[in-house]
């Protein structure tokens, strides 16, 4: 049995190297870009009039002009006009290039039309020059660096991505993932259990969460018999980079996970961890590509162990960028006997002066997953101590946005 820190760490080694592929830019939504996005022009690429109103020349207000004649109309979209004379200005949209000669725009709200004289009087006073135009590569300038590569991709990337031409992006490829539930006790959602049965539930859980990342998985169930294992479980092996197996993996007479997974040619990395919930969890990797992660079945166990373990080792496969660890305090004394590493329901939110509390929120045990509904987050109390007090602060491993 080893300490959580050695789990983490062996799991952290275990990481293989993922290609990449090409998606459409509209589909890259969660996924993790494996490219530099550059600006492919000058952000803004023209000087851009920022209000609807009146251009004029800078050089007319300074010499304390107020009526200007309309000499034309520039809108958006529209190629560039130049703006000649003196005393004269054009009628401006927001998001049209400034005319030629125009260097300061007054909005409507400043002005006052008279169309039929077609006459624009200004009604403030001191407006200073370049005002109300965004002016070209102020924000960013042609070749510049805009999205590094370790990003996942949201709404803003989209929206940058798309305004320099990208119709496709390099992503992550992601894994092929199998879940694999066993137990002779479960039957499927649609089933009506038979006094000694249950639904199965923990493969949708995992297939969820998995759809959070935007990985599509194949969900299986092989009963709890040797040899029908060997052969089941080595299919999908084949046909699979990742495994997540539920149930089996413990010391009851029908968990036969450990020795099947062993006979497939899975190395085992570890057996058993020093904590609770989910201690049979079991660990493998066979060649540099493939990965086993054999959790106990117990539901929160399993819940526990994919937050813990599979979402930062996903997170390294797909390349992420690392994200702070979070922390909470403990919002009372809490007092534990396992001497395991403790990963305690919580229910955590941020208090009036923007700490985060983590409520404990116990539950009865592993098989209690309608507790999860209750919880957002599991705090990680060390094995080493007896009695947490209020206050104290520990790791926070949330599985629902704080
Ligand atoms: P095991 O780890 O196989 O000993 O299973 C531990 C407990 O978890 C048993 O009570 C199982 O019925 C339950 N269990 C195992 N797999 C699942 C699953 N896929 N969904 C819900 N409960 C499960
Ligand atoms: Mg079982």
Not at 160 to 178: C, I, Q
Request: net charge neutral; with cysteine.
């Amino acid at each position: 049995m080893i300490e959580v820190k050695e789990a983490v760490k062996i799991i952290e080694s275990s990481i293989p190297e993922l290609p990449k592929i090409t998606v459409p830019l509209v589909k890259s939504l969660g996924r993790v870009l494996r490219q530099e996005i550059v600006a492919d022009t000058d952000f803004p690429p023209f000087n851009r009039v920022m209000m609807d109103g009146i251009a004029v020349k800078y050089e007319d207000l300074q010499k304390g002009l107020t009526s200007f004649s309309i000499t034309g109309v520039q809108a958006a979209g529209s190629p560039q006009l130049t703006l000649s004379g003196n005393g004269n200005c054009f009628e401006v949209m927001t998001g049209s290039v400034a005319p030629t000669n125009a260097d300061v725009v007054i909005p409507y709200e400043d002005v006052s039309i008279d169309s039929e004289k077609k006459l624009a009087v200004v009604n403030i006073p001191d407006i200073k020059k370049g005002k109300n135009i965004h002016r070209k590569g102020t924000d960013k300038k042609k070749g510049d660096l805009l999205i590094s590569e370790g990003t996942t991709i949201g709404p803003p990337e989209i929206a940058v991505a798309a305004s320099v031409g990208m119709t496709e992006l390099w992503v992550t490829k992601n894994p092929s993932v199998a879940i694999i539930s066993t137990g002779d006790e479960l039957v499927d959602i649609s089933d009506q259990p038979l006094p000694h049965q249950i639904r199965k539930s923990n493969v949708y859980a995992i297939a969820a969460e998995l759809k959070m990342f935007g990985i599509k998985s194949d969900i299986f169930h092989i009963k709890d018999e040797e040899e029908r294992l060997v052969v089941e479980l080595g299919a999908v092996l084949d046909s699979h980079d990742v495994l997540i197996l539920s149930g089996g993996v413990s010391k009851g007479k029908f968990d036969f996970i450990p020795d099947v997974l062993e006979k497939l040619g899975v190395d085992k990395l570890f057996h058993r961890i020093k904590q609770k919930p989910g201690k049979p969890f079991w660990f493998g990797v066979k060649g540099d590509e493939k990965v086993v992660f054999a959790f106990p079945g117990n539901p929160v166990s399993t819940f526990l162990c994919f937050y813990k373990y599979f979402v930062p080792w996903v997170k390294n496969a797909l390349g992420m960028k690392v994200t702070v660890d979070k922390k909470a305090l403990l919002s009372e004394d809490f007092n534990i006997k396992t001497g395991l590493t403790y990963f305690l329901q919580v229910y955590a939110k941020i208090d009036e002066f923007g700490k985060l509390i983590a409520f404990p929120n116990v539950g009865r045990g592993s098989g209690d997953h309608a507790n999860l509904l209750n919880s957002n987050a599991f705090l990680e109390l060390p094995g080493n101590t007896f009695e947490f007090k209020k206050g104290e602060v520990f790791p926070l491993i949330p599985f629902r946005s704080l």
